[in-house]
């Protein structure tokens, strides 16, 4: 398994680390408003909803650093959690915003390659 892939796994584990954060916490904040072109009145309405958002996006990264964790033997946990990620970066990219393709679903799939060459 390549370093280079290890890599680009650690580099999606650590957006959606990130994801989490903007998601969780400051998404009614100016940055997280910022990130997602929200206004204040959309941020506080949808507050609960981003947070379960970002949770998900948690439990993303967590797998991924599990599999990272396992080292060779987790070859089968980084490839589920890279096609979730995938698909859930498809899934926002073609009904939410273009900008996910490139964010999420890129990234994804860049490590499924590398994590299958």
Request: with cysteine.
């Amino acid at each position: 398994m390549s370093i280079i892939a290890n890599v680009v796994i650690a580099l999606v584990a650590l957006f959606h680390l990130w994801f989490l954060v903007l998601e969780m916490f400051l998404w009614d904040k100016p940055a997280g408003r910022r990130a997602f072109g929200t206004t204040a009145e959309f941020a506080a309405q949808s507050k609960v909803l981003a947070a379960n958002q970002g949770l998900y996006n948690g439990f993303l990264a967590a797998g991924l650093i599990w599999g990272l964790l396992l080292g060779s033997d987790g070859l089968q946990v980084k490839t589920f959690f890279l096609a979730c990620v995938l698909v859930a970066g498809l899934y926002g990219g073609f009904t939410a915003s273009r900008k996910i393709l490139w964010v999420q679903a890129l990234p994804a799939a860049v490590g499924l390659a590398l994590l299958w060459l």
